[in-house]
């Protein structure tokens, strides 16, 4: 059987991924979607094609020797956009992970190297396939060269051979470059002959063979206009013909022998896809390789089973873990319970532990110190059998997240190696990994590992407390994010009522409306479907209804959203099919999600906090989120009237901060014009609407405003000028003119973005005005779009750190005020900017006064903190 050579047209396929998926970004602020995209094709290619040989091909740069032929060659093309360009890099690390060699050659095109390969392969035997979205390559076919094409988006192709591309196309593979001779292309600025389209083309090849024929044989051609044009335009035809010409003998410096693949490393790439974010794809990597540890000939651990207790075993400096495998630590069980001090290390019982005073009276203690992994796990896991622990002073997951957010594994065993202490197996290596995690048969290899993870918790201690100490972030681990952590675990612990009848009612409510919107869709179709079948409604929109076709797949018509968003204005039936889809989603994700997880004896639902996650230093929330119910469609909104208090007579109160990334900017900018509309309590959208566009307030229209606040939440979040056209539907020139003006009316805001790059570029990384740091390793890269990526993180990373800073301490100085002020009021969650409260209605009157007072003054700020409160039954009733 002949071997297989694949052959990927990198910036094609890219480029192709890029404008087809939405704009991605991963949680270091990376944009991830043409990554995204191509990672896809190439796993679908590994796992289908199962190529002997493979290689992706680049393009080297601008200018190519086709450019000595036609200096506009490519003339007039867009400038690639940034977040495309800088995905380049990320994309090129993927493919080393996955063993996939890549090659450019500078003055050739990636077709060019295509070209050369297959053409070698070709004549050696192999089969080849190509992968591309441009049509030039179709001068490849051949019987051993196949050429798969995307159409409309990346996931559907058309693969020609020759005979399949006689009967699409009707030309032969030798005729392509005379088509393209004769029709142009415009998207490479191309000239051809104009007026001269595909199908006129193809027309003189059938009737002519090739181009020297058509222009041998002028007299016969029909058509005096037709005829005239080529014969104007002969020069042109024969230059464009050379420019589509794909080299098949280019200088490369690669032989098909460096091109065999025989298989890819599964523990680099899901390396890679984990900080990438790419978690829907972890689970088509084949196999785990990952290299164990299991043989190295470690050091026996002396540890003791405790059968009895006694005040000797502790010293009032213990380092202790409570072992879950589960993720989800309000469920799991506990599997071990490890201390370990200056003395010894010891097993706890599990059943001795948590049924024993002695144990309970040493965990209740808060003159006994306790260091331990996760303190909110911690807290939590322990609350749940009766024993609220206190007197945690050191967090080691806190602790290293602090010191490098980036890294994407703060486990004991990954911090450890880190720090060179490599005595200690992966939990993966232990207990698996997925569905096939579990605890050991072996209850002394259990025990073991649970051991050693305390023990290096005891002995990484001072050394990670320095390093805080070292970094200026010690207050902000001991002062914000410790006392935060048990703020967090007490909120999640208590957990949020859910009202489980009214969300059923919603489930019935949603029924009722799909059912209505679909035989309203019935009734404008003229027929009954099944609707959620696109092999159904595709002809009854693009036949029946004859609206203009904008995307076929393989098997038929696509009717996805972004098709149907282009024809929403075409017919009243796409918005109704828009809809029915958008509350399907919403029935079916978030309202029997949420049922899903309703804990059945309490009605109360306990989401988890990620404390240790994002970049920015932001909370988020998971099983379920609750900072992603959708509130943009009003049956959106309306799930959170399924939130209630957990008490009669009581009320929920929510208190959120006013734009509060745009008053850390005015801070951090010290922005005079900025500085003064807020102390002022300007409307900040209208100001700078009245500023981009040059008119006065008053006549500023809701169209400039919304205009306006693109622009102010852009610039927070370094947009460039394709990311805010995309936003509002405009061109990028438009866009970036916007932009100017912003930063010309906003001076101090330009100089606070050039002076923060400038100090990330020496020191490497960025901080918050509390110290929370987040390192950019590429702000001084040569590669520039590594280096474009690093500096639009470094622009947004303060503000958007600040915020989230600003609204943490603000949660520990109410949870402070709550209690000195002996109130019953309690914080239940966090979303974004807003903190939700139940409490009673007595309470209410001092609730206002004291939530406003502490949010407004948690921090001192040259402008004020503007803080929103509104109250009711429902969470949706205090919004």
């Not at 506009?72 to 360009?85: A, D, F, H, M, N």
């Not at 911690?378 to 010191?403: C, E, M, N, P, Q």
Request: contains cysteine.
């Amino acid at each position: 059987m002949a071997e297989k050579l694949v052959l990927i047209d990198g910036n094609s396929i890219a480029y192709r991924a890029f404008f087809a998926l939405p704009l991605l970004n991963n949680d270091k602020g990376v944009y991830t979607n043409a990554v995204y995209g191509f990672t896809t094709i190439l796993l679908k290619v590994l796992e289908e094609d199962n190529p002997d040989h493979i290689l992706v091909a680049f393009d080297a740069g601008k200018t190519t020797f086709r450019h000595a032929t036609y200096k506009e060659y490519k003339g007039g093309r867009q400038k690639t956009p940034p977040e495309l360009s800088e995905q380049f890099p990320v994309l090129k690390e993927v493919l080393d992970a996955f063993s996939v060699p890549h090659y450019q050659l500078e003055q050739y095109e990636a077709d060019d190297i295509i070209g050369t390969l297959a053409t070698k392969a070709d004549d050696e035997g192999y089969e080849v396939k190509v992968i591309s979205g441009d049509k030039d390559l179709l001068q490849l076919v051949s019987p051993n060269i196949n050429v798969a094409l995307t159409k409309k988006g990346i996931t559907n192709v058309d693969t020609y051979d020759p005979s399949f591309m006689e009967e699409k196309m009707g030309i032969r593979p030798d005729q392509v470059i005379d088509l393209k001779a004769l029709m142009g292309d415009s998207s490479d600025n191309i000239p051809g002959v104009p007026g001269v389209g595909e199908k006129t083309a193809v027309k003189l090849l059938k009737q002519f063979d090739t181009l020297e024929h058509v222009f041998e044989n002028l007299g016969e051609i029909s058509g005096k206009k037709l005829k005239e044009k080529l014969e104007n335009h002969k020069e042109d035809a024969f230059m464009s013909r050379k420019l589509v010409t794909i080299e098949r003998n280019a200088p490369i410096e690669i032989g098909l022998k460096e091109l065999a693949f025989p298989s890819y490393e599964s523990h680099k790439v899901s390396q890679v896809f984990k900080e990438l974010g790419f978690q829907s794809l972890l689970g088509r990597i084949a196999g785990d390789k990952a290299e164990s540890d299991s043989d190295k000939d470690w050091e026996a651990v002396d540890y003791e089973i405790v059968d009895e207790w006694n005040n000797d075993m502790f010293t009032g400096k213990e380092a202790l873990i409570v072992e879950m495998l589960q993720e989800n630590y309000h469920v799991a069980p506990v599997e071990a319970i490890a201390v370990v001090n200056e003395k010894k290390k010891y097993i706890l019982p599990l059943e001795q532990a948590l049924n024993s005073d002695m144990f309970k009276d040493w965990a209740e203690d808060p003159d006994q110190e306790k260091w331990v992994f996760d303190a909110k796990k911690t807290l939590v896991a322990l609350l749940r059998y009766g024993i609220h622990i206190k007197g945690i002073s050191f967090d080691l997951l806190l602790a290293s997240y602090l010191i490098n957010p980036s890294e994407n594994n703060h486990d004991i065993p990954a911090i450890s190696h880190r720090l060179g202490e490599t005595e200690v197996k992966y939990d993966e290596e232990v207990y698996g990994k997925g569905a096939k995690m579990k605890c050991p048969d072996d209850e002394e290899v259990l025990h073991e590992h649970v051991v050693r993870k305390a023990g290096l918790l005891y002995k990484c201690k001072n050394q990670i407390e320095e390093k805080l100490k070292e970094n200026a972030q010690y207050e902000l681990y001991k002062d914000l994010e410790m006392p935060l952590a048990l703020i967090l675990g007490r909120m999640e612990h208590e957990g949020v009522q859910v009202d489980v009848e009214r969300l059923k009612e919603m489930e019935s409510e949603l029924e009722g409306r799909l059912q209505a919107i679909k035989r309203e869709i019935f009734e404008l179709a003229g027929e009954t479907f099944n609707l959620n079948s696109p092999k159904q409604l595709g002809p009854i929109l693009f036949e029946k209804l004859d609206l203009p076709v904008i995307k076929k797949t393989k098997t038929g018509y696509s009717t996805s959203a972004d098709v149907l968003e282009q024809l929403e204005d075409q017919h009243e039936i796409i918005p109704k099919i828009l809809l029915y889809r958008q509350l399907g989603k919403l029935q079916s994700t978030y309202i029997e999600g949420l049922l899903k997880v309703v804990k059945k004896d309490t009605n109360k639902i306990h989401t988890r906090f990620n404390q240790a996650l994002t970049q920015t230093g932001r909370l988020s929330s998971i099983d379920p989120n609750l900072q992603n119910i959708p509130i943009r469609l009003e049956e959106g909104r309306k799930i959170r009237q399924a939130f209630i208090p957990s008490k009669e007579g009581w009320v929920m109160f929510s208190s959120d901060y006013s734009q509060i990334e745009l008053r850390v900017l005015a801070h951090m900018a010290e922005d005079e014009k900025l500085i003064a509309a807020f102390r002022e309590g300007q409307d900040i959208h209208t100001q700078t609407a009245s500023e981009v566009f040059g008119v006065s307030g008053e006549e500023v229209t809701s169209e400039m405003r919304r205009q306006a606040k693109a622009v102010n939440f852009g610039i927070v979040y370094g947009i460039s000028d394709y990311g805010l056209s995309q936003s509002l539907g405009i061109t990028r020139k438009e866009a970036q003119a916007y932009i100017d003006r912003y930063f010309a009316s906003y001076p101090g805001v330009k100089n606070y973005m050039d002076e923060t790059v400038a100090q990330a570029k020496q020191s490497g990384y960025v901080t918050t005005f509390m110290n929370r740091r987040r390192y950019l390793p590429d702000m001084n890269s040569r590669n520039f779009n590594k280096r474009n990526a690093a500096v639009r993180t470094a622009m947004n990373t303060p503000i958007q750190g600040s915020a989230a800073d600003i609204i943490k301490k603000a949660m520990i100085d109410l949870e402070q005020r709550l209690k000195e002020e002996n109130l019953k009021s309690t914080m239940l969650l966090q979303v974004h900017d807003e903190l939700i409260l139940e409490a009673p209605e007595n309470e209410i009157e001092q609730l206002k006064e004291m939530v406003a007072s502490v949010m407004e003054h948690t921090v001192d700020l040259s402008v004020p903190l503007k803080v929103d409160y509104s109250y009711g039954a429902t969470w949706y009733d205090a919004k």
